[in-house]
């Protein structure tokens, strides 16, 4: 017969008096004071709050006391709010007893930010270490507001001594239009010293630009503007740098426009160079060719190596026009069109494609005869490549007129409204530019019957042939005052746009009511 084992159950009573003797909580003082920032970095106006802390955590609960080491440059409340009031360098205190935590805290200038047709344009200078290559650099960018991705960069360099007009193309509606459609920023420079030591990226330009790129990135929320692929334009003194940046960055250019290029560059491109489609124009024996400038030169010897590369170069001759002095921009724009249909990355990629050889078409610069380059059987390498056949009929007329006339007309006006006003009709509407050709005037009608125009005579904006600045930078309102006509409510008010080619748009109608 088996033993039965039964478990015994055991209880271990604690007697709960053991620890009289203490019964008080232990008592933490502050050891030290922590802080979520080591500094700050504000800029004029900007507002941000210090948050401070105990260590150790469980210490009694301090009151901080805050204060400024210099209340004009930077103020701060009992709540640790900092107010940038003026540029300059302070510290922020926070104490409490004979504990305390100190942070270094600098003002910077406000960078100026504007609002146009509900995109954001914004205005960077930058000096010092950060421009070495000048006295100082102008920076304006143009960002359509879109909730889509950018996916490039426009860059507008000016010549030798043309930032003298300072910052206007961001503000140009057609190149506005254009960077809505593309999904493209903007951006401009006027750099204020020496083209000859700027013309060189190594001088300084090139880490400029990204640290534009990248700040605006920041401030805007678009971190791909620090890795997006390059439009690059380039007048005079920017064309050579435009070169230049073809030599030392063609994995980040997607297509490059040089406008009059100077100074003749006799460095050989890499490898690389040769998949980036390149336009280059100059005017030949009225180009500015005296004194080292060299443009006729700077264009017909960068064309000749590169298309000894097989690289897709086209160069167009201007002999009745000068160097300061093209309707480039009415060729650039559609050259790039075409070039990023074909280039352009795909989906959130940023690796470029190559150009599609199949589309390509060849121009001959003596004959201007035009050929599919898939099915041309003679030497290729004196005749111009272009990404396809409608670019390259642009090309001929281009080198024929001297310009490229806008065939097709501008978008209509919308939100186009009508009130009373007194005894008149005040009429407001929004436009987008013509892409190709721009806004020319805006024609205003009351019950069919032209009434006057916006502006009343000129232009309303229009590029300066010289070195393709924006003129006037800032338009005049969407908006007409109609003399009389409030008798009744039946009126039909219309308005349409009228591009540079006198194409105009339909007319968008509104009843008066």
């Not at 006509?485 to 009126?491: E, F, I, Q, R, V």
Request: net charge negative; with cysteine.
């Amino acid at each position: 017969m088996k033993k039965r084992f039964i478990p015994l159950l055991l209880w271990i009573v604690v007697a709960t008096n053991g620890c009289s003797e203490n019964n008080s909580p232990k008592v933490y003082h502050l050891e030290r004071i922590r802080t979520d920032k080591s500094s700050l970095t504000l800029e004029v106006g900007d507002k941000e709050r210090i948050v401070a802390s105990a260590v150790p955590s469980v210490a009694v609960s301090p009151v901080f006391e805050w204060k400024s080491g210099n209340y004009t440059v930077a103020s701060v409340d009992n709540q640790g709010l900092v107010e940038a009031l003026a540029v300059g360098e302070t510290v922020i205190t926070v104490s409490s007893s004979d504990i305390s935590a100190i942070l270094p805290v600098k003002v910077t200038p406000r960078e100026q930010t504007a609002k146009t047709y509900g995109d954001t344009i914004i205005l960077m200078t930058l000096k010092g270490a950060d421009c070495l290559f000048a006295d100082h650099a102008d920076y304006g960018i143009y960002i359509p507001t879109r909730t889509e991705a950018l996916r490039g960069i426009l860059i507008l360099q000016h010549g030798c001594g043309m930032e003298q007009f300072g910052i206007t193309r961001p503000y140009d509606l057609q190149y506005q239009a254009f960077a809505r459609k593309w999904k493209l920023a903007v951006v401009e420079t006027a750099l204020y010293g020496s083209c000859h030591v700027w013309r060189d990226p190594g001088a300084g330009t090139v880490a400029a630009l990204l640290k534009v790129l990248n700040d605006t990135g920041e401030k805007t929320g678009r971190p791909e503007l620090s890795a997006v692929p390059w439009l690059l334009f380039g007048h005079s003194g920017g064309g050579y740098w435009t070169l230049a940046m073809l030599k030392e960055y063609p994995e980040r250019i997607m297509a490059a426009v040089c406008y009059s290029p100077a100074f003749d560059p006799q460095w050989d491109y890499p490898a690389a160079a040769a998949k980036v489609p390149l336009l280059t124009r100059h005017a030949g024996a009225n180009d500015a060719n005296a004194d080292g400038t060299s443009c006729w030169a700077t264009s017909v010897h960068a064309f000749q190596k590169l298309r000894n590369m097989d690289a897709p170069v086209s160069i167009a001759h201007n002999p009745a026009q000068n160097h300061n002095f093209s309707y480039i921009r009415y060729m650039a724009v559609p050259f790039y069109e075409a070039v990023m249909k074909q280039r352009m990355p795909e989906g959130n990629s940023t690796v470029m494609r190559d150009l599609d050889r199949t589309q390509t078409w060849l121009g001959d610069t003596l004959t201007l005869q035009l050929y599919k380059e898939s099915t041309y059987a003679g030497d290729k390498k004196g005749l111009c490549v272009l990404p396809d056949e409608a670019t390259a009929q642009l090309w001929k007329e281009y080198v024929i007129t001297g310009t490229v006339a806008d065939k097709t007309p501008p978008p209509a006006p919308y939100n186009v409204k009508a009130k009373r006003n007194g005894g008149n009709i005040e009429v407001s509407w929004d436009a987008d530019a013509d892409i190709e050709s721009g806004i020319f005037r805006f024609e205003i009608f009351k019950d069919g019957t032209p009434v006057g125009n916006l502006p009343k005579t000129g232009a309303y904006q229009q590029f300066d042939t010289n070195g393709d600045n924006t003129v006037p930078v800032e338009t005049t309102e969407m908006k007409f005052e109609i003399v009389g006509g409030t008798d009744n409510a039946g009126h039909t008010i219309a308005v349409r746009t009228v591009n540079h080619f006198n194409l105009p748009s339909e007319k968008t109608e509104v009843q008066l009511k």
